[in-house]
Structures are given as C-alpha cells and as structure tokens.
Nanobody
Framework: QVQLVESGGGLVQAGGSLRLSCAAS????????MGWFRQAPGKERDFVAA????????YYADSVKGRFTISRDNAKNTVYLQMNSLKPEDTAVYYC????????????????WGQGTQVTVSS
C-alpha cells in the first residue's frame, strides 16, 4: 500500500516562501515520477510541477515557473516543493501524487494521492 503524506503548508504573506514536503511509504518510491497539484475553493485541481525519478528532470506550470522548485530525495522517500515569491492566487490545497507514466501534467496519469496541505497567501 502506497501512502503519501504532505506537510509544510501554512499562512504566509505575499512575497514570502514556504517549502512543502511529501513523504512516501510503501512500494519503491524511487521508481516513480512525482507531481504536485493544487486546488483552490470552487476550482478544479491543477498541475503545478513534476519530477522524474531517474534523472530529476522537471516540468512546471507556466503560472509557477521561476518561483517554485520541485526536488526529491530518493534516500528519504521525499519530494519537495519550494515556493518563493508567493502570491494570493497561489492559495490552495496542495497535493502530491505518484505517476507510473512519464513526466506528465495530466491528472489521470497519477494513481496515488496524498491528503493535501493548505497554503494560504495573504495580500
């Protein structure tokens, strides 16, 4: 059984930073690509960033490119999302997810999800 647990969310002022963590347990973490998504109230869940397991290639949504950085530590079974220059529109519940496919932004390409962590950015 795969379990993903996010942490690191909270309340921050615009322009501030947060680092989210996603700890994985269960089946081999290092063999799967990982992604971060977010969902604001009343909106669909949107892709944020993804990273490959083998060589650490990354892929970002245009809305976060240059501000967010995804990384992973396979030895610790953990993936991170460093978020800088936060904006009020970044407010959402952030989810990590695991994909057996290639580097992808498609929601349906991810088969395991965490429970989410709330990020609130005040103006």
């Amino acid at each position: 059984q795969v379990q993903l647990v996010e942490s690191g969310g909270g309340l921050v002022q615009a322009g501030g930073s947060l680092r989210l963590s996603c700890a994985a347990s269960g089946r081999t973490f290092s063999s799967y690509n990982m992604g971060w998504f977010r969902q604001a109230p009343g909106k669909e869940r949107d892709f944020v960033a993804a990273i490959t397991w083998r060589d650490g290639n990354t892929y970002y949504a245009d809305s976060v490119k240059g501000r967010f950085t995804i990384s992973r530590d396979n030895a610790k079974n953990t993936v991170y999302l460093q978020m800088n220059s936060l904006k009020p529109e970044d407010t959402a519940v952030y989810y990590c997810a695991r994909s057996p496919y290639g580097l992808t932004s498609r929601l349906d390409n991810y088969n395991y999800w965490g429970q989410g962590t709330q990020v609130t950015v005040s103006s």
